[in-house]
């Protein structure tokens, strides 16, 4: 069991950058894949971007692509989420999660069993 904070959240202006964090005070955090996902106002939650717990396995969305970066510092326990060219479209709650499962679901919140509270990113245009 782990759990996850978020923090990094805020607000940029359009072709901004931003780099969120995904931390965990527990060691065996470095086991766990992880991923990040978002939820606008009135929309369901979706996938952005997961890490394997090795690091070497990356998957991103296609609507953050070339844009969005995600990796991993195991000195420091945590998950980083580097935005580029933040656009209006970007402005959500970002959450980080934490799964030992790696599968062709990989991008489904349902595969994810440790949440973290959420931190809020707004783009503005």
């Known amino acids: 069991q782990v759990q996850v904070v978020e923090s990094g959240g805020g607000l940029v202006q359009a072709g901004g950058s931003l780099r969120l964090s995904c931390a965990a005070s527990?060691?065996?955090?470095?086991?766990?894949?992880v991923g990040w996902f978002r939820q606008a106002p009135g929309k369901e939650r979706e996938f952005v971007a997961a890490?394997?717990?090795?690091?070497?396995?990356?998957y991103y969305a296609d609507s953050v692509k070339g844009r969005f970066t995600i990796s991993r510092d195991y000195a420091k326990n945590t998950v980083y989420l580097q935005m580029n060219s933040l656009k209006s479209e970007d402005t959500a709650i970002y959450y980080c999660?934490?799964?030992?499962?790696?599968?062709?679901?990989?991008?489904?919140?349902?595969?994810?069993?440790?949440w973290g509270q959420g931190t809020q990113v707004t783009v503005s245009s």
């Open positions: 999660a934490a799964s030992q499962r790696w599968t062709y679901y990989t991008g489904r919140t349902n595969e994810y069993d440790y």
């Open positions: 527990e060691r065996t955090f470095s086991n766990y894949n």
């Open positions: 890490i394997r717990w090795t690091g070497g396995t990356l």
